[in-house]
């Protein structure tokens, strides 16, 4: 048997080349993990965008609704009918998705997911301490799936 990888540059080219030439059967293993990893592709598009509506921490506010003082941020997204709520405290986050449907929740970063938790039959959910830098939650149901807009929770 021959080293892998080749010690040179020449050796791999060449090891590459008749790889090309004679790739030989793939696999149904490989093909069937091809696929799915092609169908993930649109994933965020298939999910219904919730835009960011209300921001305690905002200057720019509807009137009638005032800023928080605490130490507490809120923040309301909606997509048509449903609507995510949540606070953002330096301990956690506690949420709640409306219509109220039992489901789940998750968050996830530039890094990967940070967190993913149950939501109860009344719509509330809470998560741990938020991340630094961006953030985007994904709430589903039995009845709707939604993304909220990237924003920053601290």
Do not use: C, N
Not at 49 to 71: K, M, N, V
Not at 147 to 154: D, E, F, G, H, N
Request: hydrophobic share 45%.
């Amino acid at each position: 048997m021959e080293q892998w990888p080749p010690a040179g540059d020449d050796a791999l080219l060449v090891e590459l080349g008749a790889a090309l030439r004679d790739p030989g059967p793939v696999s149904e293993e490989f093909l069937d993990a091809a696929l799915a990893a092609f169908a993930w592709r649109t994933v965020d598009a298939e999910l219904a965008l919730a835009e960011l509506t209300f921001d305690s921490a905002s200057d720019r506010e509807p009137a009638g609704l005032t800023r928080s003082t605490g130490a507490e941020r809120t923040l309301t997204f909606r997509s048509g009918p449903v609507v995510v709520e949540l606070e953002v405290t330096a301990t956690g986050i506690v949420g709640q998705l409306s219509p109220a449907r039992p489901g789940r929740v998750s968050a996830r970063t530039a890094a990967g997911q940070y967190d993913e938790v149950p939501v109860d039959d009344v719509g509330f959910f809470s998560m741990g301490v938020p991340p630094a830098g961006p953030v985007q939650f994904r709430a589903s149901t039995t009845r709707y799936a939604v993304r909220t807009a990237w924003v920053s929770l601290r």
